[in-house]
């Protein structure tokens, strides 16, 4: 498969490591080193997909470009376009001209969420009461220096749309009805760290988003009927843990089992065949999983946003 990396950033250079020699060319506006400026200067005959590692002002109209010109597209979460309907389109373009348009959240592919996803549909924890996450990390004030990053609801739909994608990914529909416990602008001028909820959903679920964790760290707790299942950290900032606990009746300390990993973070090279596959088998695309994402990172962005007026 031919490719073009669009937007040399962080997430480009890393998304050009993984694709190797299926690079065909790199285009951004301003970078020295692309091969073009603009992707309608790339021409169409010579590639067959794109990595779409750019911000989001941009995305919904180089999508549509793209889509309608039969190329498959990996674009980098979250799908924030200007509205719902606007999803809902990229979706029938994709679809009208067997095109894959895939988000990218390269987190479904860590080792220790796979364990978690298969450890919940086993059935073995039994009812499932409770799952809390915490992602943070210490990037404030790089965030804070860069004029595209520092704006709109800030760390919600950064870091929080990966929080809400794991959640559908774990639990499926169960969850819903997400408010906002509390929203900070420490040191930026948006949201640089909140707290959501949803405590009317089985499972109840907290999340909470920093970019004032100075040690980038993760942590998982889903508390059951049956015992408990606890992720530490992930393989980027490993080691990476996760436990198992077996509860005891009517009280008392629980056996459990932990297994550890030390690696280097596999998912980029894990979600970048996983794209390929799709594209490779003519997969229909489906955006479902976006439009319930937009959804929810609009309303909560909302909420966050007025409670800090």
């Given at each position: 498969?031919?490719?073009?990396?669009?937007?040399?950033?962080?997430?480009?250079?890393?998304?050009?490591?993984?694709?190797?020699?299926?690079?065909?060319?790199?285009?951004?506006?301003?970078?020295?080193?692309?091969?073009?400026?603009?992707?309608?200067?790339?021409?169409?005959?010579?590639?067959?997909?794109?990595?779409?590692?750019?911000?989001?002002?941009?995305?919904?109209?180089?999508?549509?470009?793209?889509?309608?010109n039969r190329k498959h597209v990996l674009v980098e979460k979250p799908l924030w376009v200007d509205n719902l309907a606007a999803i809902e389109g990229l979706q029938e373009i994709a679809r009208e001209n067997d095109?894959?348009?895939?988000?990218?959240?390269?987190?479904?592919?860590?080792?220790?969420?796979?364990?978690?996803?298969?450890?919940?549909?086993?059935?073995?924890?039994?009812?499932?009461?409770?799952?809390?996450?915490?992602?943070?990390?210490?990037?404030?004030?790089?965030?804070?220096?860069?004029?595209?990053?520092?704006?709109?609801?800030?760390?919600?739909?950064?870091?929080?749309?990966?929080?809400?994608?794991?959640?559908?990914?774990?639990?499926?529909?169960?969850?819903?009805?997400?408010?906002?416990?509390?929203?900070?602008?420490?040191?930026?001028?948006?949201?640089?760290?909140?707290?959501?909820?949803?405590?009317?959903?089985?499972?109840?679920?907290?999340?909470?988003?920093?970019?004032?964790?100075?040690?980038?760290?993760?942590?998982?707790?889903?508390?059951?009927?049956?015992?408990?299942?606890?992720?530490?950290?992930?393989?980027?900032?490993?080691?990476?843990?996760?436990?198992?606990?077996?509860?005891?009746?009517?009280?008392?300390?629980?056996?459990?089992?932990?297994?550890?990993?030390?690696?280097?973070?596999?998912?980029?090279?894990?979600e970048y065949a996983h794209f390929k596959s799709l594209c490779a088998s003519g997969k229909q695309t489906d955006l479902s999983q976006d439009v319930w994402l937009y959804r929810n990172l609009s309303q909560l962005s909302s909420c966050a946003l007025e409670q800090m007026q």
């Amino acid at each position: 498969m031919r490719v073009v990396v669009a937007g040399l950033g962080v997430q480009g250079h890393k998304r050009r490591a993984i694709a190797g020699h299926d690079v065909v060319a790199t285009v951004d506006p301003v970078h020295s080193a692309a091969d073009f400026r603009a992707m309608q200067d790339v021409p169409l005959a010579d590639f067959d997909a794109v990595l779409a590692c750019i911000p989001d002002g941009p995305k919904q109209e180089m999508l549509t470009y793209l889509l309608s010109n039969r190329k498959h597209v990996l674009v980098e979460k979250p799908l924030w376009v200007d509205n719902l309907a606007a999803i809902e389109g990229l979706q029938e373009i994709a679809r009208e001209n067997d095109a894959v348009c895939y988000v990218a959240y390269n987190h479904r592919f860590e080792p220790h969420y796979v364990r978690m996803r298969d450890l919940i549909a086993s059935g073995c924890l039994g009812k499932i009461y409770h799952c809390r996450m915490f992602y943070g990390n210490g990037t404030a004030r790089l965030v804070r220096n860069s004029e595209w990053r520092d704006h709109g609801a800030g760390v919600l739909p950064d870091l929080g749309s990966h929080l809400l994608d794991t959640i559908r990914y774990w639990f499926g529909e169960d969850v819903a009805g997400f408010s906002v416990v509390s929203a900070n602008r420490f040191e930026n001028r948006s949201p640089d760290h909140v707290v959501i909820c949803s405590r009317d959903s089985k499972p109840q679920v907290e999340l909470e988003m920093t970019l004032l964790s100075w040690r980038n760290h993760f942590t998982c707790d889903v508390i059951a009927e049956r015992g408990s299942a606890h992720i530490r950290s992930l393989c980027k900032w490993g080691p990476s843990s996760f436990t198992t606990r077996t509860r005891l009746l009517p009280s008392g300390r629980p056996p459990e089992e932990t297994v550890t990993l030390t690696q280097d973070d596999p998912t980029w090279a894990l979600e970048y065949a996983h794209f390929k596959s799709l594209c490779a088998s003519g997969k229909q695309t489906d955006l479902s999983q976006d439009v319930w994402l937009y959804r929810n990172l609009s309303q909560l962005s909302s909420c966050a946003l007025e409670q800090m007026q």
